[in-house]
């Protein structure tokens, strides 16, 4: 069983298209992480939330933590071909090591 | 500032081979991490290491073994190669396992 779920999978839209990408668990975190990885690229980190029903916004990107920090999301607005890439999110567990949790990531493709 | 860098970025070996990967983290990096990423199981994380010693570890057999030297350069290693294998092994640094992590691109392993 996978402790971050990330839904969905794939996705395929038209450029323009908002979208919005799920990371869930069943264990609370002190922190989530959100990262975009290109083919042929390690991730690269866009946002770290920490507090329970934190929003932050990077451009079109909307970050959301869960209330009870045990989920997040994230919503693009007007999709761009720019933003095809994998979506991971990464957590770390409240009470446990500072080793991050990755979910298997959501594959985001943007047509122009 | 230079990136994490890693090399080989390519690799093909046949099983029960060994191969050593290496990582150069960011100028002044002292935490190095490793993880393992394939399509099935995303991103799991090997190992760490912080001033040559190796911090926390993951739930890798232990045919996966590391090290760091004191330039905080990293290496991993592994022994009798199985198709399991195959993956794309990215390294991660940061100023300590709490902080940001920089990934580098990755070697991607293929064992035929």
């Known amino acids: 069983t996978q402790l971050l779920e990330q839904s969905p999978q794939f996705l395929s839209i038209q450029e323009g298209e908002n979208l919005t990408v799920y990371c869930n668990s069943s264990s609370v975190f002190s922190s989530l992480q959100w990262y975009r990885q290109e083919p042929g690229e390690g991730p690269v980190l866009l946002v770290t939330v920490v507090t329970g029903g934190e929003v932050k916004k990077l451009k079109r990107l909307t970050f959301q933590f869960g209330d009870a920090r045990k989920d997040s999301s994230l919503h693009i607005t007007a999709a761009q071909p720019g933003d095809t890439g994998l979506y991971l999110c990464?957590?770390?567990?409240?009470?446990?090591?500072?080793?991050?949790?990755f979910g298997r990531g959501t594959s985001l493709i943007v047509h122009p | 500032k230079a990136g994490v860098t890693q090399t080989p970025r390519y690799l093909i070996k046949t099983r029960g081979q060994q191969v050593t990967l290496s990582c150069s983290p960011i100028?002044?990096?002292?935490?190095v991490s490793w993880y393992q990423q394939t399509p099935g199981q995303g991103l799991q994380f090997l190992f760490e290491y912080f001033s040559e010693t190796q911090r926390n570890k993951g739930n890798f057999p232990g045919r996966f073994s590391g090290r760091q030297f004191s330039n905080s350069r990293s290496e991993m290693n592994v022994s009798t190669l199985e198709l399991g294998d195959s993956a794309l092994y990215l390294c991660?640094?940061?100023?300590?396992?709490?902080?940001?992590?920089?990934f580098g691109p990755g070697t991607r392993l293929l064992v035929l």
């Open positions: 991660a640094s940061s100023l300590d396992m709490a902080e940001t992590q920089y």
């Open positions: 100028s002044g990096h002292r935490s």
């Open positions: 990464a957590g770390v567990r409240s009470g446990g090591s500072y080793i991050p949790t």
